[in-house]
């Protein structure tokens, strides 16, 4: 578990919620929970079951819409390479390193209100 001042202890707001959509937005992709979002400012990669994807090749698109109904079960941050969300066996990893950057930032995590509405200014940023 990250320590309460780090970004990525925010990350535990997602554990035990269902996935409900996967957004892909222009240039980045969202995971959307019913209210939190976690967004994906570099290209995405993962595992579901034993298939590997990356963002956007292949049939990755197909892929990432297998997660949604997904509970995540758990979380992982590593520094200045990615982070992940587990369900199970499946893995939604957002690389975190300078070079998958376009910009200053590679993910985003849109907190919710004492309503469960998605609510921006407990915003976390990686």
């Known amino acids: 578990m990250a320590p309460a001042h780090d970004p990525s202890a925010s990350l535990q707001l997602l554990v035990g919620r269902k996935i ?3 957004s892909f937005v222009r240039d980045y992709v969202e995971l959307h929970f019913d209210g939190p979002v ?3 400012l570099t290209n995405p990669f993962g595992m ?3 298939r590997a994807w990356r963002f956007p090749e292949g049939q990755s698109v197909v892929v990432m819409r297998y997660f949604v109904g997904n509970v995540i079960d758990g979380y992982e941050v590593v520094p200045h390479s990615y982070l ?3 369900s199970g066996e499946h ?3 957002i690389p975190l390193d300078d070079d998958s ?3 200053p930032e590679a993910a985003h995590l849109v907190g919710v209100d ?4 998605p609510d921006a200014r407990p915003l976390s940023v990686w």
Request: hydrophobic share 35%; aromatic share 10%; with cysteine.
């Open 38 to 40: 976690l967004r994906a």
């Open 84 to 86: 992940a969300v587990d």
């Open 20 to 22: 409900s959509a996967v």
């Open 114 to 117: 004492e309503n469960g509405q």
């Open 101 to 103: 950057r376009s910009g």
């Open 91 to 93: 893995r939604f990893a």
């Open 48 to 50: 579901y079951g034993c």
